[in-house]
């Protein structure tokens, strides 16, 4: 391109990048990101964004981490996408409780969490209940509960709904009380 005279901006890299991390080339995406500061082409949030997105389906959470330092250095400050893609990440990889004690600090920077952020965090917490029954920790019915609350919050009843059918009969192992629980589900459903 810029053999027929066309020069990149911003928004050309943007692009660009975006497009390298959503085919998982994050390592040429990396390569024009360091290009843009070679050439002095100040990234904005987008560039940040896409990049950080891409990094952290690649597993690499802390050089993500590293970059919205950057952007905090540089003046560009991330928002709630920016942290959308770290919180999934750490979810995705079984560190609820990173992305939890993340939320908490987003919230004291006043950013404000939108329904994917929801949506993320309760995925996080359906992968944190199938840990729990492969280490024999077996979820309550407080555990269900809140749950499916929070499901049914978010408008994901199909999801709920798939989770109040995967509760299991109880036995000496699980102290479920099935009665309670389902009784809550249904006021939920008729009496929202």
């Avoid at 929070?150 to 009843?157: E, R, T």
């Avoid at 192992?173 to 929202?192: E, Q």
């Amino acid at each position: 391109m810029a053999s027929r005279g066309v020069t990149h901006d911003v928004s050309s890299y943007n692009i660009m990048i975006n497009g390298f991390c959503k085919i998982k080339k994050v390592d040429e995406a990396m390569n024009l990101f360091e290009e843009m500061h070679c050439k002095n082409i100040i990234p904005d949030v987008v560039t940040y964004n896409s990049l950080i997105d891409g990094i952290c389906k690649s597993g690499k959470i802390s050089y993500a981490l590293k970059l919205v330092d950057e952007m905090n250095d540089r003046g560009q400050l991330p928002d709630i996408i920016t942290y959308n893609s770290i919180l999934n990440a750490l979810c995705k990889n079984h560190q609820v409780d990173k992305a939890i004690a993340l939320l908490t600090k987003l919230k004291d920077q006043g950013i404000r969490p939108n329904i994917y952020t929801h949506t993320i965090l309760i995925d996080g917490a359906l992968a944190l209940l199938s840990k729990m029954k492969d280490n024999n920790c077996y979820p309550n019915a407080v555990t269900y509960r809140i749950i499916i609350r929070s499901l049914f919050d978010k408008n994901d009843n199909d999801k709920a709904e798939r989770l109040c059918e995967m509760i299991p009969i109880p036995s000496t192992t699980v102290n479920i009380d099935l009665d309670s629980l389902y009784d809550t589900f249904h006021s939920i459903i008729w009496n929202p």
